[in-house]
């Protein structure tokens, strides 16, 4: 497990603001859009304790399960997601997809996986 603790921490990992990382993930604080493009790594967390942290990206995200506050980017493609809102074009899970508040989006929602569970949004106006 890779955790990173601050900004400056993070910058250092990024190769041309990409973040690719074959490990599992924890982010202490919320993204910047502008610092990083695309994510990869196994699991991530975007979390510390019981607060959660923002993920934005300009880019896609692909791993393997999402946890955290808000995710922002373009497509999103893993297995499990738990956040607050989510927001961006595509959004590809294998087996569930729970949102707090809201899934915001330009494009579609897939399921990979013929028995995963519909999209869940406790937050739904």
Known sequence: MK???TREELLKLLDDKDLIID??????FSTAREDVR?????NLFMLKGVERYDLSICGNFTGRNFN???????????RNFTGGDFTGKDISYYAFFCC???IIKSGKI????LKASKPIELGKD
């Open 3 to 5: 955790i990173i603790k």
């Open 23 to 28: 490990d599992d993930l924890t982010i202490e």
């Open 38 to 42: 695309n994510v990869r790594c196994n």
């Open 68 to 78: 955290g506050g808000d995710f922002n980017g373009r497509d999103f493609t893993g």
């Open 100 to 102: 707090y508040r809201k």
């Open 110 to 113: 897939t399921a990979r996986y």
